[in-house]
């Protein structure tokens, strides 16, 4: 089986690419080198070297929709050159076979994004030519006649593709992320709350909410610093891991709302893991995540997971029971939710996670079906 996987850039700190390169692992180490011969079509790869079959495709930038249209350009001309059984892509480009859902719906995130947005900054966003070309390539994309499958990460995703474009649902195959339990489980908690407490400078005792992400705007950090100015808890924390270019400008919100002592800006960090261990409550109020890793690591750490309703993870959440579920946009009622899941400590029962190899074999019996013979 001659597969090939087309995502354009690998960012150690990007869930999407994380699940590439699960995927990779995973369908190499089941499938062998008997049954799949996986390439990886991408503009950057660090891993390139390893010996797995890349094609680099990366277009001179000037702009990321001259980016974005040459690189599909490329990928469609590998495509036809290399006959691949499958092409499975994580990018919006019309003609593949399989397309992978994992940054949800273009259309949709607009629409949730305007909510937080003012009247000129929604007007400019809609008059954008790189949104208005990917609107226009995602409808392409998901009405094109090659389409056979829309691998999504939740059934929320898969509904809002339903109803928006008119995919039927035998093409709709939900396959939760999975999560590596031997990396995040609750044990990291003996293993580094003490060390990375001392270096916060906090005590043993303080409740400490952590956020994981990288796009603060969509992500909800604007909603989680107002919601821990708002929380009971006056000395309960915050640590925000990841790197965004409006960091300066979060930590001037802090600033202004009087919680610059309290919240803990960490940037990118190659290993996670030690700050699951420290935290007592995982939060991610994002306006909208089709299927976010970082709360599905948060889950498998044993933490009570505060998340929006626009939020694929939001399946998974048992209230008062491994975490809560509210608005994006309602900062009382995320303040509340903050408060109870610190009180509660709700996440002693275990969440039911995909491990690797179950995604895996879900990933190599939809290509089996794919490729079996009609008729």
Known sequence: MKLALVRQKYTPFGGAERFVEQALTSLTEQGGHKDFSVTLITREWPEASDGRAVRLCNPFYIGRLWRDWGFARSVRKIMADAKFDLVQSHERIPGCAIYRAGDGVHATWLDLRARAQGPLTRLATRLNPWHRYVLATEAAMFRHPDLRAVICNSAMVANDIAQRFGVAPGKLHV?????????FHPGLRAQHRARVRTELELAEDAPLILFVGSGFERKGVPQLLAALAAMRQQD??????????????????????????????????????????????????????????????????????????????????????????????????????????LFAKCAESKTPLASLDEMAQKLTTLYRQLLRPEG
């Open 236 to 341: 309960a924390h915050v640590a925000i891991v990841g790197k965004d270019r409006r960091e300066a400008k979060m930590r001037a919100l802090a600033a202004r709302l009087g919680i610059a002592g309290r919240v803990h800006f960490l940037g990118g960090q190659r290993d996670v893991c030690p700050f699951y261990g420290a935290a007592d409550a995982f939060a991610l109020p994002t306006l909208y995540d089709p299927f976010p890793n970082a709360a599905l690591e948060g889950l498998a750490c044993g933490l009570p997971v505060v998340t929006s309703n626009t939020c694929g993870v939001a399946e998974l959440i048992k209230e008062g029971q491994n975490g809560y579920v509210c608005d994006a946009l309602d900062i009382e009622a995320l303040a509340s939710a903050l408060d109870r899941a």
């Open 175 to 183: 396959i939760y992320n999975s999560v590596d339990t031997r990396r």
